[in-house]
């Protein structure tokens, strides 16, 4: 289901690509913890480029986007959460919605929301109660290395994981605006038919303090040929799908994606509150 057709209203922006830092010759990393002292938290150098983000409102069928043609898609979707701040009704009763959602766009048989992250200021702060609260991400990226996705499925689904394996697995965000439109810094996604799969990532490797070995994401250099989108004036109800892995290689298999600032909303506009959950979607039981 496509949401309901309003004017377009494209915005020029900057973009945050990769670029080395130049202060080092370690490969890409960011500490999940705080790093060690000395260190950086990660040591990915930011260049920003002026790109045009379109308004996809209304224009999804002239544009062709979808989950398997650009790697994501926007969708109509009237959640019982509201105010999002109660952790243990998110993992229980929203995490069951979405189940339910991704079942019915992607035909899948089995999905396991493995987690979520909401953002609800600029930047990010620590709260007097010790909790991290994120403000939005700034950088283009993917969330997921192909063998960070396969390592999750094996870390989730344990003995399963080899039969699972064999059919067809995707990983699916479910972003969401929380109590009011987005402003200020909405949320971007990029066309996978418009990037380079051979130059453009950059796999960013993260250090665990449980040692993962796969775990990691992709990070982008800059490529003009990128086409971005985004949906204006975004409701609570209504949700971007975004692709970060999918096992089958003839079809969309990711997409880039990150906040930009957009200096046409209203300065009294509300700061952008969200959440964006996690998903293994699988067309196996």
Not at 168 to 177: D, F, G, L, Q
Not at 218 to 238: F, G, I, R, V
Request: hydrophobic letters at 30%; one cysteine or more.
């Amino acid at each position: 289901m496509t949401v309901a057709v309003l004017a377009p209203r494209d915005v020029p922006t900057t973009l945050n690509y990769y670029v080395p830092d130049p202060e080092t010759d370690e490969s890409p990393r960011i500490y999940i913890q705080d790093p060690p002292a000395g260190k950086k938290k990660d040591n990915l150098g930011r260049e920003p480029h002026d790109v045009v983000v379109r308004d996809a409102r209304g224009k999804e069928k002239e544009y062709d986007l979808s989950l398997d043609t650009s790697g994501f898609q926007f969708v109509k979707h009237v959640s019982q959460e509201k105010n999002f701040e109660d952790e243990e009704r998110i993992k229980d009763a929203y995490y069951k919605e979405l189940e339910e959602l991704l079942k019915k766009e992607t035909g899948a048989k089995r999905v396991l929301v493995f987690d979520h992250t909401l953002r609800r200021t600029e930047p990010d702060f620590v709260s007097p109660t010790g909790k991290l609260i994120r403000g939005a991400a700034d950088f283009v990226h993917i969330d997921q290395t192909y063998d960070a996705a396969v390592e999750r499925v094996h870390r989730h689904l344990g003995d399963e994981a080899e039969r699972i394996l064999k059919g067809r697995v995707r990983i699916i965000n479910v972003w969401r605006p929380i109590r009011n439109p987005v402003a200020h810094r909405p949320l971007t996604v990029s066309d996978w038919r418009t990037v380079d799969k051979e130059h453009d990532l950059v796999p960013v490797r993260f250090v665990h303090p449980d040692q993962r070995p796969n775990a990691g994401i992709y990070a982008a250099h800059y490529n003009p040929n990128h086409k971005w989108y985004y949906l204006s004036d975004q409701t609570p109800d209504e949700v971007t799908l975004i692709k970060c892995y999918d096992s089958e290689v003839d079809r969309a298999r990711f997409t880039p994606h990150t906040a930009f600032l957009d200096k046409t909303s209203p300065k009294d506009a509300p700061h952008r509150e969200s959440i964006e959950a996690r998903c293994l979607v699988f067309d196996t039981e």
